[in-house]
Structure formats: structure tokens, C-alpha cells
């Protein structure tokens, strides 16, 4: 692997890009132990502005709040007749807010229907309150939560089901991979788990996003992240971009990076076209 700028699609085919890694059950795996992820500064409320860099898509959108078993969640969904891939959306350890309800309107603009999950049943501005949330999600209960959602997009004449998630919701994300049946994954710098094992649960295509200066998720454990993903020939595209922190892709933080995000956000929407559609 080198140090400066490379891009990787699939099991281990080089590309072009910004730089890159080349690349279910009831079960709670165990995580690689690593340094906390999620000492990150407060959130800036709720006032921002991303449109340019994540744009919606051609439909109009509907949004309603529902219940999917015990659970509760933000549905958004294209304004059309036509039938559409489902994908689960899970939050960061700010919770289900409006900078995720938004970018599930957004997702749901390019023909999806999005179902944003709440494995809180709170929402925090601030770190304190955040890492409380952490300590108390229960891991057991949240696997119950995400498959509900599967189950509630199946019902609801969604054929093709991907999962989503930023941060807390990244690992959440691969989570629900390891004990789930789904079409896609996409990871944006979430907790990772490199256990053969583990990952040989998983047959269809994954997605990862990730940030050079990411203490909590070095760019040594991504590597060998999608080193056994390619051992296990999981179809992968692993990105890691240059001189972003974690949490660059959220508008509401100080870490923010646009021109990253925007580019996340093409290859996200690219891969979910191509293994959704």
C-alpha cells in the first residue's frame, strides 16, 4: 500500500481518484479494541447549509414518522407510483436529527425509499450528552431495531435493501451487515471489525469512507479492513481521504469538509445505483 494518493474498487483492481485503499444472524461480534471515536466537538444546532454539496435527486419527496415493530423512525420516500430499493439510515451519536432527516430527503430524492432509524429515542447538541446516549445504547437491542426496519422496507414492497451510516451509525451500519441478509453497505468512518470470520458473513458489495487523520479508525486498521474483505472476495471500494478528520462529511461540525463530502456523497449515490437499481 502507499502513503500518498490511491484508489481502490472492488477486490483489489487500482483506479483513480482522491486517495484510496484498494480494496448476517443475531450475533454481536466484538470490535477491534481501538481509542475512543467519538470525542468530537458540540454540534453547531441544526442551522446549515449543505444543498450544494449533496443535492437532491429528480423526485419530490414525501416524509411521514412511523413504527416499525416497537420501534420509531423518519420515512422519506419519492412522491411516485413506481417501486423503489429501500435503504436503512442509521444516525451518529447526536441521534436522529434534522442534519440526518435531511439527508434522508436527499437520499430519497434519487429514488429511494429511506427509513432513518432511532436507536436513541434522543437527540444531543452537545458531547456530554452524546456519550451518555453511547453508554447506554444497548447493542442486543439495536440489531432488534435495524432488522425491524429490514423487515418494514420487505413489507412494504422494497425488494433491494442497503444500510447507511455516519460515525456511530458507520458501525452500526456494518453491524446490521453481520447480522442481516441486505443488497449493500455503505460504512462512513464507523467502528470496523477485521475478523475473517465475522466478515464472511457478508456477500454483496460494500462501501467505506474514511479519514487520513481518524484516530479512532487508523488508516492501519482500514487497510486490513479491506485486506480481508478482498482475502474473502467481498466486492469492496474502500476511500480514505487525505487531511479530513472524522466526522468530515457532518455540515453541523467544525470538521466539516466539503469538497470530501461532496465527492463521498457521488460515489455513494454511484454505488447505490449500481447495486440497488
Request: hydrophobic share 40%.
Amino acid at each position: 500500500m502507499k502513503k500518498d494518493l490511491i484508489i481502490g474498487i472492488g477486490v483489489g483492481i487500482p483506479v483513480l481518484i482522491i486517495m484510496v485503499l484498494i480494496g448476517g444472524g443475531g450475533h454481536v461480534p466484538e470490535f477491534e479494541d481501538q481509542p475512543p471515536i467519538h470525542e468530537l466537538p458540540d454540534s453547531d444546532s441544526y442551522e446549515f447549509s449543505n444543498s450544494e454539496f449533496t443535492e437532491f435527486g429528480k423526485y419530490d419527496v414525501e416524509i411521514e414518522s412511523v413504527s416499525y415493530s416497537n420501534h420509531q423512525g423518519f420515512l422519506a420516500k419519492p412522491n411516485s407510483s413506481e417501486n423503489f430499493p429501500g435503504i436503512v439510515m442509521i444516525h451518529e451519536w447526536w441521534g436522529l436529527n434534522d442534519n440526518i432527516k435531511d439527508t434522508a430527503q436527499k437520499l430519497a430524492s434519487h429514488g429511494y425509499v429511506v427509513l432513518a432509524v432511532d436507536l436513541f429515542g434522543d437527540v444531543a447538541t452537545d458531547a456530554q450528552k452524546a456519550s451518555q446516549m453511547i453508554s447506554e445504547f444497548d447493542q442486543a437491542s439495536g440489531i432488534i431495531n435495524m432488522n425491524s426496519a429490514v423487515e418494514y422496507l420487505h413489507n412494504h414492497s422494497v425488494e433491494k435493501v442497503g444500510s447507511i451510516g455516519w460515525c456511530f451509525g458507520g458501525g452500526q451500519s456494518l453491524n446490521l451487515a453481520l447480522n442481516s441478509d441486505l443488497d449493500a453497505s455503505v460504512i462512513y468512518y464507523g467502528k470496523l471489525v477485521t475478523d475473517s470470520d465475522e466478515l464472511s458473513k457478508i456477500d454483496w458489495p460494500v462501501l467505506g469512507i474514511f479519514a487520513e487523520l481518524d484516530k479512532g479508525i487508523p488508516v492501519s486498521q482500514v487497510s486490513e479492513f479491506e485486506k480481508v474483505l478482498n482475502q474473502l472476495k467481498i466486492n469492496n471500494e474502500i476511500i480514505v481521504y487525505p487531511g479530513v478528520d472524522h466526522a468530515f462529511a457532518n455540515p453541523t461540525g467544525e470538521r466539516y469538509a466539503p469538497i470530501e463530502t461532496a465527492d463521498a456523497w457521488s460515489k455513494t449515490l454511484r454505488f447505490f445505483n449500481e447495486n440497488l437499481k
